[in-house]
Nanobody
Framework: QVQLVESGGGLVQAGGSLRLSCVVSGSIFSINAMDWHRQAPGKQRELVAAITSSSYTIYADSVKGRFTISRDNAKNTVYLQMNSLKPEDTAVYYC???????????????WGQGTQVTVSS
């Protein structure tokens, strides 16, 4: 019984910034990796950034140097700070998490419903 809720999306001008948040709630024993993905109109979903439980991060080449992923383990929350936004960043952004719900259980993947990010030129 795990749910993810994203927030922070909206409309912003090119060069602006947004901060996305995703809160994980429910039966949580531990959270492993947490990810941000996005899907633009007419395109397939792609990985934007990921962060492990030890705070190791990876980024898509298209967002390196502009986006920063972070997590607050005490709040079961992952963030995506997006700076220097470009029109090509326009997409629905989804968070995902690999959650272990009990001792001895295997982690399962959970997804949020997504939040719209629109960057105007």
């Amino acid at each position: 019984q795990v749910q993810l809720v994203e927030s922070g999306g909206g409309l912003v001008q090119a060069g602006g910034s947004l901060r996305l948040s995703c809160v994980v709630s429910g039966s949580i024993f531990s959270i492993n990796a947490m990810d941000w993905h996005r899907q633009a109109p007419g395109k397939q979903r792609e990985l934007v950034a990921a962060i492990t439980s030890s705070s190791y991060t990876i980024y898509a080449d298209s967002v390196k140097g502009r986006f920063t992923i972070s997590r607050d383990n005490a709040k079961n929350t992952v963030y995506l700070q997006m700076n220097s936004l470009k029109p090509e960043d326009t997409a629905v952004y989804y968070c995902a998490a690999q959650v272990q719900t009990g001792w001895g259980s295997d982690p399962s993947d959970y997804w949020g419903q997504g939040t719209q990010v629109t960057v105007s030129s």
